[in-house]
């Protein structure tokens, strides 16, 4: 037998998974579906940005490394303890989160930033994405601090940069097709179909799933998410189309998790079916908090300013759908629009500017009348005595709106005006397989599929209705972590 561990997929958990089976020696192999080209999953799509705990700034300065006296002196960074960490996964997961997996997450974020270090990736600071200048000094407002240095095309660069040091194997076009069991029931390899349609079956000692969700997976997403699903633009790779969830199910793996749930934002009406690797994560919207958002009768339907983005923009992104023509429209004045984010700024942009604001419901086709009038009741309501400061939950909100917007009100009352089309843009689904937190795939009994473990997108239990920004890339590196290592020690037992 060539190889002591086989992972299947190949983004940010597939290659954690791989570098991590490798410290323990294994021989590994890594399959990957997607040609080079497309190499990365839907990690080479993010920002690159991980959701940490750490108890002193100077545990995020260690982390970087090289920051220099006046970088650090420039930046207000709120700490984050492992309590706040979980408090907040359990918030915006309404509790549902597996305290396990949940805690495993939190408590090994930081020990697996300081892992991937240790693997050679590099970290900087979120100044652009996750910080406002208040004061002249960068304050970060949503508990997400560093980046991979090259965003996630960096990322993944590092990434593979490592394994091929470490010596593992990579083949791509290697569609992970079936899974090979004896008759003990215990994993022993994997069926690959190739691009030419013939199979092949190689052998390992235990195999890591870590082939993504079934976000591209039309079919899927409508049979478990629900009607208009099949309609939402994939924001990444095309290729996560359930693969690794229906083999694991196929062998008697339990289905677990949040399985009518998934990520989404608001994403440009015009975007493509799926991600373009050239425009990446930039058709998201994500500076709505600063203004307001109306559907195409020109009624808000969403309370923007409920609470720091990072912890609204994923719920947000499912109310979209369910708005005529899945379709709705963030409003800004001139006042606002230069504290949008550079995803408002690119050349690929669904955008009207006007000076009235009924040549700017023309424009963006809205009802006219129901725009003037949400607007007109919405500038009437702002509690104008609060001071407006985006980097905080600044409590201004408006008075008397039977729909609120409770901080970071502002009247839209100074030309130009902007609006920016936007539809829903699904990220991951959330629905998926039922892990220890050691990373061991149980069957529908609760035991322990011998030789089988998983991690990433397309393990269940960790989130369900809602997000906190950043924990994407970290779940899939702490549970691919262990994964990976679970199943070199399984593989040499
Ligand atoms: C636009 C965008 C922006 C994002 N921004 C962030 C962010 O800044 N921070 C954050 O934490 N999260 C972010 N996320 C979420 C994040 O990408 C995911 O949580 C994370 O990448 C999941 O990692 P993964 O390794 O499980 O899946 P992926 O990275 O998607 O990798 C899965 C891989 O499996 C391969 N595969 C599928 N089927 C098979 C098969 N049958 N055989 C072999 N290989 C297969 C696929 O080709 C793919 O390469 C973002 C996602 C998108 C789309």
Redesign the pocket.
Known sequence: MAYDVIV????????CAALSAREQGARVLV????PET??????????????FAFKSFEEVCDLVGDLSDEEKASMDVPLYTEDAYYDDLMRVTEDLSDPDLALTLVRESQPTMKWMKAQGIRWIPMFGRQAYKVGGKFTFFGN?IL?AVG??PGLIDMEYESAKKAGIDVRFE????RLHTDARGRVTGVE?KKPDGTTETVEANAVVL????FEANVEMRTRYLGPNWDLAR????P???G??IR?ALEIGAQPWGHWSGC?AVQWDYNAPWH?DRKV??N??KHSYPLGIIVNIHGERFVDEGADMRNYTYVKYGREVIKQPRRAAFQIFDKKTIDLCREEYRIREVTKAEANTLEELAQKLEIDVAGFVKTVDEFNASVMKEQKFNPAVKDGRGTRGLALPKTNWANAIDTPPYSGFAVTT?I??TFGGLHITDAGAVLDNEGRAIPGLFA????VGGIFYNNYP????????AVF?RIAGRSAARSAKA
Do not use: C, I
């Open positions: 299947v997929g190949g983004g940010n958990a597939a290659m399959l990957e579906k997607a497309w190499r990365g999953g839907n990690g080479f799509f993010t920002a690159g940005g991980f959701r997400l980046e965003g996630g290697a569609k992970a097709h690959v870590a082939s993504g969700g994939v924001r990444g790779t290729y996560n189309t693969d690794g083999m990520h991600g990446g994560d058709f998201q843009g990220t991951f991690g990433g997108e397309l920004g950043g924990a994407g890339l970290m779940a899939g691919g």
